[in-house]
């Protein structure tokens, strides 16, 4: 039966239909909204139920894919579409789906023009679902290209502060990377076909490449350059606080959560198996800017009062995380990477969240509007307070188990690395706790009328406490997952 | 001369006898059943030539209906049924009244339709010259703006001087080959001098004609200076026609060698001042004129690939150029009131104040900048991809730069459309030809860019 219904074009496509349907009905704003979560629950449905295939094999499929899809596309130039999942796809195609609804929730109060907004979210997704599925290497350029318009316009026509200014320092930065990419995906192509006479963009068949070693260098470089600096990566960060702080809570929840992932995805599944030789040698570089960035935007991180610009550097310092991971490129440093990447977005994500919860019913994202929240709004402030305790790594939350396998991971390759990220969170707590304690304990330092979460936001943030415990408790069905594509992927 | 022949030179009779009908007719008949004429017309004769069979036989002395003519002249003619389209209501806002314009259009499609089917040099010199001769005419035809008859005498000064150039080019290729034939003019080894020196001067004529940089002063004053349906006209079929002019040519005498340098020359230059020109840019015109500066050093790039691919590069990016310009003009055309919306600030908010406007010409600026699923992206990656078979990578790498930096101002222009508010006059509402035609512009930019293989397909048929 599951030979019969396109599942993983239905992924991608399903979003776009919602898109289209959310803005036919943008007159009506509770048709929109509506419609869009439908879309979203659906979706969301759809992602698991590939759950139960995980042990099946799909047919014509490389290793590891227990779903692929695959027909012709431009002849000409050898392009197909051709979608595969494998363990790692699985969870990142949930992980969005459940992003974007966490999204749509979060975006309920949008008045000004909701269709366009909603239907915007919903085509982002699809195209961040499609990109996680493709293995044809132009596909999964075309749609990391795709995302840019969506993100482009949400931060553009719904931000604050100075929305044109950093969207399009947003757009520009990451477009320069993508394009170098394009160059490298060309030369690669054509190196590939001259080689066999296949002339393909298919990844199973371009990971058999023989690529001299000095043009493999300036290739992965490409490659690297354009994923480091959607990220980001010290020092390629500096679109990352403007447009994470200008964007709408939402735009902030998918560039943060979901658009961040993607390139670590395309450095896990493309740029290191493509180029073994190449991304040993730069190995070392990745090392000192994944340290580097733990450490430093947390001590960034320390200096702000703006409560959205601490947690984008927060977010960032994270992220650091993943790079270590993947850096070490042994199975367990990488699943490491692959549970923090899932991590991140939900902790990350979660904390945009409240902050924009807050955010909305004061007006003020500076630290020090805010203090005594835990008399005044406890459920609130119970929350602020998990999710902080999980971004700092307190045992039995989320956080803690993916960046310790990491640590052990990267210390049997780079034990520096592995000690100099270890004290960078402490520095992670430092902020944590200083802004837990100004914002929930603390002396209240402006009289304030605050109103408890709604229902709504409180479903929100019950439902997202609970992913955070749960993945901090037994994280063990997530790593099984990524235990066999790892086996394909990473070959030490 | 048989009837087979007539019937496959038959869309350059077709253009040749609405033109001269409007002509004629014109001061008795009403000016829409007028533009309905030459929409029917320029569509007959696009129809008529994608359905014909190509063949190399002449059909009369110097014209036959070769492949390439099969894929252009379909081209051209959507091209000027669109400006035909988009006229109708900017004249009537404007007060160009007559149908002189009209009429010219449809010389302008005749002179391009006969440009590919050319089989001998002097007729494909007239035909490049007569496309030339009908947009001097299209440039000024805009009485009541002073600019316009500007822009028509500084396209046609300059003209002259490039139209004799190419014309002492042609004479040269002529004494070096020893026939104006262009099937049997293949170089004579010795006198290869000649044929390199034909080319260096050919090369000169292009540049204006393209907007290659350092031929490119002109562009900028008539592409703001023309009304806008001529703008989307002229920026598209005049610079597609010049560009199967130099495909003609090199398909016969092929001295890539010698030609190399200067066209990367040309390229390189083109792309980086095209795009660093159009940066700083306020009036909209302006920009997007020496955008086009900088897809014309794209398209330069594919052709000195000299390769099948680089030249099959060259007529997808024609075609998708084409639909592009079409769309931004056309939008700038139908959002134009009493006067033109000059500057980019001009459009602030239009995007929600117009939406269909808006957002073609949103869709067109987002497919300039290359960015997927528009059909500019395609178009960059088939010319970067010849480049790289090519073996120019250097320039690729340039050329990639410079495109990137081109996203600044195109994104520009969707920042003004979406997320500025401004105190802009209201735009009329869009009437139905203009719909029809920023629709077909904007779904061949969407169709082309998911799906480009059918016409793929078409222009590999077309360099058979």
């Not at chain 1, 997704?125 to 482009?152: C, H, K, N, R, T």
């Not at chain 1, 992932?261 to 290191?272: D, E």
Request: with cysteine; hydrophobic share 55%; aromatic share 12%.
């Amino acid at each position: 039966m599951t030979s019969l219904i396109p599942i993983l074009t239905l992924l991608i496509f399903l979003p776009l239909c919602g898109a289209l349907l959310v803005f036919a009905l943008r007159r009506s704003d509770a048709a929109v909204r509506g419609v869009a979560l439908a879309f979203t629950l659906a979706e969301l449905a759809l992602c698991l139920w590939p759950l139960a295939l995980t042990g099946e094999k799909a047919a014509g499929a490389p290793a590891g894919f227990f779903l692929y899809q695959d027909a012709a596309w431009i002849e000409r130039f050898g392009i197909r579409y051709t979608l595969g999942m494998d363990g790692i796809s699985l969870v990142m195609t949930i992980l969005t789906a459940f992003i974007t609804l966490i999204a749509v929730l979060s975006a309920w109060q949008v008045k000004e023009r909701a269709g366009l907004f909603f239907a915007l979210l919903l085509a982002l997704q699809g195209a961040v679902q499609g990109l996680f599925l493709s293995l044809d290497l132009f596909l999964f350029y075309l749609f990391w290209e795709a995302m840019l318009i969506p993100m482009l316009l949400l931060i553009g026509v719904w931000g604050s502060g100075r929305p044109v200014y950093s969207t399009i320092k947003f757009f520009l930065y990451t477009f320069v990377g993508s394009l170098l990419m394009l160059l490298a995906i060309i030369a690669l192509y054509l190196m590939h076909g001259a080689q066999t006479t296949n002339y393909t963009f298919a990844l199973p068949e371009l990971v058999r490449t023989t690529i001299p070693y000095d043009i493999g260098l300036w290739l992965f470089a490409a490659f690297l350059l354009s994923f480091a600096i959607k990220f980001p990566l010290f020092p390629l960060h500096t679109w990352q606080p403007d447009a994470y702080c200008d964007a709408p809570v939402a735009g902030t929840l998918m560039l943060g959560s979901l658009l961040s992932k993607t390139a670590a995805y395309g450095l896990i599944r493309i740029a290191f198996p493509l180029f073994p030789e190449a991304s040993r040698a730069l190995t070392p570089l990745i090392f000192v800017v994944a340290v580097l960035g733990i450490g430093y935007f947390a001590w960034i991180a320390f200096a702000q009062r703006d409560m959205k610009r601490m947690l984008a550097y927060s977010s960032v310092s994270h992220m650091g995380f993943v790079a270590l991971g993947i850096a070490a490129w042994s199975p367990v440093a990488v699943s490491g990477a692959l549970l923090q990447m899932v991590n991140h977005a939900v902790t990350t994500g979660a904390l945009f969240v409240v902050v924009g919860m807050l955010e909305e019913r004061a007006d003020s994202r500076d630290l020090s509007s805010y203090g005594g929240t835990w008399g005044k709004i406890p459920v609130f402030s119970f929350f602020f307070l998990v999710f902080n305790m999980a971004s700092a790594g307190v045992p039995g939350l989320n956080n803690f188990v993916s960046e310790l396998i990491i640590l052990v991971g990267t210390f049997r390759v780079a034990p520096l690395a592995a000690a100099i990220a270890f004290l960078g969170t402490i520095l992670t707590l430092v902020y944590t706790v200083r802004l837990v304690q100004e914002v929930v304990f603390g002396k209240e330092k402006t009289p304030l009328e605050l109103k408890d979460l709604s229902l709504r936001e409180a479903g929100v943030l019950a439902v997202l406490a609970l992913v955070v415990v749960a993945l901090g408790v037994h994280p063990g069905p997530v790593l099984e997952l990524f235990k066999a594509p790892l086996e394909v992927l990473v070959r030490p | 001369m048989t009837l087979v022949d007539l019937y496959s030179i038959m869309p350059i009779v077709i253009t040749a006898c609405a033109a001269l009908f409007v002509l004629l007719c014109g001061p008795v008949l009403l000016s829409a059943s007028l533009t309905a004429i030459g929409v029917t017309a320029s569509a007959a004769a696009g129809v008529w030539a994608a359905l014909s069979t190509p063949t190399s036989t002449q059909a009369v002395a110097g014209l036959a209906f070769t492949p390439l003519a099969r894929f252009l002249i379909p081209l051209f003619c959507s091209a000027a049924a669109i400006t035909l389209l988009l006229s109708h209501s900017y004249n009537e806002r404007r007060g160009i009244k007559g149908e002189e314009f009209p009429a010219t259009v449809l010389f302008a499609l005749f002179a391009t339709c006969v440009l590919p089917c050319a089989t001998n040099m002097l007729i494909l010199f007239l035909a490049l010259e007569s496309v030339s001769f009908a947009f001097y005419i299209l440039v000024s035809m805009d009485l009541n703006r002073a600019e316009s008859g500007e822009a028509g005498l500084k396209y046609l000064l300059l003209g002259a001087v490039a139209a004799a150039f190419t014309a002492f080019g042609f004479a040269l290729l002529f004494t070096g080959s020893g026939t104006l034939q262009l099937s049997g003019a293949l170089a004579r080894p010795d006198n290869r001098a000649i044929i390199s020196a034909g080319w260096g001067v050919i090369l000169v004529g292009m540049a204006f004609k393209l907007s290659l940089v350092p031929g490119h002063l002109w562009t900028p004053d008539v592409y703001q200076g023309a009304p806008a349906p001529v703008s989307a006209f002229l920026s598209t079929s005049s610079k597609v026609a010049a560009a199967a002019l130099l495909l003609m040519l090199l398909a016969l005498f092929p001295p890539m060698q010698e030609l190399r340098v200067p066209l990367a020359a040309l390229s390189v230059l083109s792309m980086v001042l095209g795009n660093l020109a159009a940066l700083k840019q306020q009036n909209i015109k302006r920009m997007l004129a020496y955008s086009s500066v900088a897809h014309m050093g794209y398209l330069t790039l594919a052709l000195l690939s000299g390769s099948r691919d680089g030249y099959a590069a060259v007529l997808l990016y024609g075609a998708v150029y084409t639909a592009m310009n079409l769309a931004a003009f056309g939008a700038i055309s139908s959002l134009s009131v009493e006067q033109e919306r000059e500057l980019i600030t001009d459009y602030a908010g239009l995007g929600f104040a117009a939406p269909l406007r808006g957002g073609v010409l949103a869709l067109a600026m987002i497919s300039l900048a290359g960015i997927p699923p528009a059909a500019g992206f395609i178009g960059k990656f088939f010319i970067f991809y010849a480049a790289i078979k090519g073996g120019a990578i250097s320039l690729a790498i340039i050329g990639i730069l410079s495109a990137a930096a081109s996203a600044y101002f195109y994104l520009r222009v969707v920042a003004q459309l979406y997320m500025h508010r401004g105190q802009v006059p209201a735009p009329k509402p869009v009437s139905l030809a203009e719909g029809i035609a920023l629709c077909c512009a904007s779904l061949s930019i969407l169709v082309i860019g998911v799906y480009p293989g059918p016409l793929l397909g078409a222009i590999e048929a077309a360099l058979h």
